[in-house]
């Protein structure tokens, strides 16, 4: 760990994706790489950990740092699914009626019209070229992978506070 000479308090780096390195073509400057979810899209299929597995278990660590350098086009990818998940996170949090209506939440979540790079209103404009076509397969993954953790302690309420916990 390194330690910034000027405050003497310690500074710790983000993680960044191991999909950095991984050779595909790119939509808006993000890869477009094999998912391992049931969702239809452009990124064919795989069985082995995915950038989605990643942006899950990631997303604790790294949401606790004001800045993240992006080193590479799947950092860009890691930070919008993070915003992604955290859009998720805040929907549980309105969730009263158990693991299915949690369920019924992201799912709808993950079919809303989003704002894409390019629109006024996106959050990550500088970040992210604008699209040639737009790609739900991401988030849509995303949602899917998140509802299984919801419940592991038994009970049938959401928590979205136990969840974040969970990754």
Known sequence: MRTDIESCEPVRMAYHSSF??????????????S????????AGPTADPDIVDEALHLFRP???FKSFEVQGPADRLLVYLSMHIAACLERLL????????????????AHETVRVPGEAG??????????????????????WRRSPQL???????PDACNALNEM
């Open 35 to 42: 998912l391992r979810g049931r969702a239809r899209g452009p």
């Open 62 to 64: 790294n949401v606790f």
């Open 151 to 157: 419940d592991k302690s038994g009970a049938n309420e």
């Open 94 to 109: 309105d969730a009263k009626g158990g693991k299915e209506e949690a369920g019924r939440m992201l799912f709808m979540l």
């Open 122 to 143: 996106f959050g990550l404009s500088g970040l992210m070229a604008p699209p040639t076509e737009k790609a739900e397969q991401g988030r849509r993954d995303t949602g």
């Open 20 to 33: 950095n390195a991984t050779p595909s073509q790119l939509a808006c400057g993000c890869p477009i790489l």
